[in-house]
């Protein structure tokens, strides 16, 4: 059977648009950039000057009415992510929402369940399962290069006096906003793909702006993710972190422990104009890692070469979605909702056991 060519609209033109989606759809086999939605184009910010051979709309509606489109890419705000995401489903396409999904693990499981009657696929942007460095954690983890892992420490720290005017500082907990929504999407679920579901989880969260606790739109996190086998999961978010090398992971185990300074490369190279295209996109050095390993004869520690892995990058994930368009089959799909609502049920706890100051026990 030959294969299909699936047309994509995309709900909205803003940073994930225009950086995270547009310049992946375009280059991924398989898939086709058809549609743009953009409310108010503006001289310096217009879709429909940036792409003038493509069909343009100021409502979603309209985009989700073309017969055309095959596929929606949900790219707003995540306050009404559960809202598009239904109405694309039950009109008969297969959806990408990026993240945060939705506020609540039970529209995650709603939206699941729609996309399953529907005979649809729906997929979640969780870009950063393809990140290089998390990629090389996972697989000194996966190789047993640590051994068991006793603690694996997971950082989303910058130092921002500021507060972002965007939904991610100004949309609550209850919309899908905040850090622990913005960021901690992001570390929750890749300590889900290392470990699953945790037993019991311990959060707190703070304003630290302003130096005291906060439970609407905090801009750090601190959570503790606790395993059967005692394995633990720090994850720390700080919008006030004064270092010159940010930590990024630090996973000790019985054999050996691993250390990533710094954010992987690939946002802010496509954020400077990068093509995912260009030679040498999503490289990074192993000069921000370090890798100690244990003697099992003597039980000494000592420096050990970091394995160079090939990046798979954000283009894997597009890749992989479009071979699941063709499939048809939910199996294939690089993140499934079913997923993101686990991840979701991570958040609730990390929220329920701040206000309580008690641990949430989970599985």
């Known amino acids: 059977m030959a294969s299909k060519t699936f047309n994509v609209g995309v709900v909205g033109y803003g940073l994930s648009a225009k950086v995270f989606h547009i310049p992946f759809i375009t280059t991924t086999p398989g898939l086709k950039l058809h549609s743009i939605v953009q409310r108010s184009p503006k001289a310096n910010d217009s879709a429909p000057a940036d792409y003038p051979d493509l069909k343009h709309y100021t409502s979603s509606d309209d985009l989700i009415a073309d017969a055309d489109v095959d596929v929606i890419v949900v790219t707003t705000p995540p306050d009404n992510h559960f809202d598009l995401t239904k109405k694309a489903l039950e009109s008969g396409k297969h959806v990408l929402t990026e993240k945060p999904f939705v506020p609540t693990s039970a529209e995650a499981q709603k939206l699941a369940d729609i996309a399953k009657s529907a005979g649809k696929l729906i997929c979640v942007y969780q870009n950063r399962r393809w990140d290089a460095d998390f990629l090389l954690a996972k697989h000194l983890i996966q190789t047993g290069a640590l051994g068991r892992v006793l603690e694996f420490n997971t950082h989303f720290d910058r130092y921002r006096a500021d507060a972002p005017t965007n939904w991610k500082g100004q949309l609550g907990i209850s919309k899908g906003g905040s850090a622990l929504f913005d960021l901690g999407t992001h570390l929750i679920d890749q300590a889900y793909v290392l470990?699953?579901?945790?037993?019991?989880?311990?959060?707190?969260?703070?304003?630290?702006?302003?130096?005291?606790?906060?439970?609407?739109?905090?801009?750090?996190?601190?959570?503790?993710?606790?395993?059967?086998?005692?394995?633990?999961?720090?994850?720390?978010?700080?919008?006030?972190?004064?270092?010159?090398?940010?930590?990024?992971?630090?996973?000790?185990?019985?054999?050996?422990?691993?250390?990533?300074?710094?954010?992987?490369?690939?946002?802010?190279?496509?954020?400077?104009?990068?093509?995912?295209?260009?030679?040498?996109?999503?490289?990074?050095?192993?000069?921000?890692?370090?890798?100690?390993?244990?003697?099992?004869?003597?039980?000494?520690?000592?420096?050990?070469?970091?394995?160079?892995?090939?990046?798979?990058?954000y283009r894997t994930f597009f890749s992989e979605f479009a071979k699941a368009l063709q499939s048809g089959k939910a199996e294939d799909i690089p993140v499934k909702a079913e997923q993101s609502r686990d991840v979701l049920r991570i958040i609730e706890g990390v929220l329920e056991s701040a206000k309580t100051g008690k641990d949430v026990v989970l599985a």
């Open 195 to 313: 470990f699953g579901l945790p037993q019991s989880v311990h959060g707190r969260l703070l304003n630290q702006r302003e130096g005291r606790p906060e439970f609407e739109t905090p801009d750090a996190v601190v959570a503790q993710l606790t395993y059967p086998d005692g394995l633990l999961v720090n994850v720390n978010i700080s919008a006030l972190s004064a270092e010159v090398d940010q930590l990024r992971y630090w996973v000790r185990g019985t054999k050996g422990s691993f250390r990533k300074f710094h954010l992987d490369p690939q946002e802010d190279y496509l954020r400077a104009g990068g093509k995912p295209t260009d030679s040498g996109y999503g490289i990074e050095s192993t000069d921000r890692s370090s890798l100690t390993a244990v003697d099992e004869t003597t039980g000494k520690s000592s420096q050990v070469p970091v394995p160079e892995l090939a990046p798979e990058t």
